[in-house]
């Protein structure tokens, strides 16, 4: 293979590649209005494979983005709720031991997903959920 044949391969992947970005932008800005910088940053990162962090109020689409993406690309998505008692066992899963073939079987956690949404707990607003109080109201660390 030439070196103009290889150019002209690279460029038709590279075309390929933008009009299925362009296509994921344009579907996923009709599900989430006015979020066009997140959806661009999100499509870029489907693409390079890397992860992203969302971050801001509740309320933001956030959850919205992440299902939104997967069912755009026809990928599993699942959701963790990161809350104080949140174990190892809750995210990636615990074998099970099975009576009738008496062999032991994995129940796969939600990390064992395509897209994967770890949210933290909002059932304190203004609390770090991670910070345990003491019984006379004073956070560890204080005197």
Known sequence: MTNAANIEQVNRGIQAIRQFAARLYEQAGR?????????????????ARGHVLLEGVPGTAKTLMAKTLAQLVDAEFRRIQFTPDLMPSDIVGTVVFDINTSTFNLKRGPIFTQILLADRDQSRPGENPGCAARSDGRTPGQH
Not at 31 to 47: K, R
Request: negative net charge; proline residues 0%; aromatic residues 0%.
């Open 31 to 47: 599900v989430l209005v006015g979020q066009d910088n997140a959806i661009e940053l999100l499509v870029v990162a489907l693409l």
